[in-house]
T-cell receptor, first 111, second 111 residues
Framework: QKEVEQDPGPLSVPEGAIVSLNCTYS??????FMWYRQYSRKGPELLMY????GNKEDGRFTAQVDKSSKYISLFIRDSQPSDSATYLC???????????FGSGTRLSIRP | EAGVVQSPRYKIIEKKQPVAFWCNPI?????LYWYRQNLGQGPELLIR????????DSQLPKDRFSAERLKGVDSTLKIQPAELGDSAVYLC?????????FGPGTRLTVL
């Protein structure tokens, strides 16, 4: 069993829809949770960074962490075609430890 | 500010040949990472440097892979000899604090 599980998609939604992306994990020691966006032929870029449980909002993006269920989510409101990319969840035990990435979900926003 | 620079962007070689990848991190970033990203997967850490010192190379296949970071700035990752299974994108990242900044990667194809 992988430490981090992520549905690979692809996920296709119309422009303006709310998108929900999710990951589950097995290691209860994970404390730091991240979402990266990766455009084709590019490296990942950090989108959201949260510590422990709770919600964090940044513009159209909201990250949720439920440590009791070992489940994290990323919500994208008013989705735009420019949001079309692969979204990778990632997590780590401590600030200095290595990041464990999910396999990524391919998202396509239809104009 | 310039981002992480990697070269070459693409490399095609035959199996058993050597190959090298170069990375120039963001100026002032003392931590440098090499990741491998297989198709449809998230990045996996190969090696992490703090300045010139390799502090985590537990995932580096040392029989064929080597890396160096002379003077604590640029870094080179080498594979000798390459195998078919080494086909992947090799990503370099650098950081000063918690956030890692990724380069565009080198896409390696081994025939």
């Amino acid at each position: 069993q992988k430490e981090v599980e992520q549905d690979p998609g692809p996920l296709s939604v119309p422009e303006g829809a709310i998108v929900s992306l999710n990951c589950t994990y097995s290691n209860s020691a994970f404390q730091y949770f991240m979402w990266y966006r990766q455009y084709s032929r590019k490296g990942p870029e950090l989108l959201m960074y949260t510590y422990s449980s709770g919600n964090k909002e940044d513009g159209r993006f909201t990250a949720q962490v439920d440590k009791s269920s070992k489940y994290i989510s990323l919500f994208i409101r008013d989705s735009q075609p420019s949001d079309s990319a692969t979204y990778l969840c990632a997590m780590k035990n401590s600030s200095a430890s290595k990041i464990i990435f999910g396999s990524g979900t391919r998202l396509s926003i239809r104009p | 500010e310039a981002g992480v620079v990697q070269s070459p962007r693409y490399k095609i070689i035959e199996k058993k040949q050597p190959v090298a990848f170069w990375c120039n991190p963001i100026s002032g970033h003392n931590t440098l990472y090499w990741y491998r990203q297989n198709l449809g997967q998230g990045p996996e850490l190969l090696i992490r440097y703090e300045n010139e010192e390799a502090v985590d190379d537990s995932q580096l296949p040392k029989d064929r892979f080597s890396a160096e970071r002379l003077k604590g700035v640029d870094s080179t990752l080498k594979i000798q000899p390459a195998e078919l299974g080494d086909s992947a994108v090799y990503l370099c990242a650098s950081s000063y604090g918690d956030e890692q900044f990724f380069g565009p990667g080198t896409r390696l194809t081994v025939l």
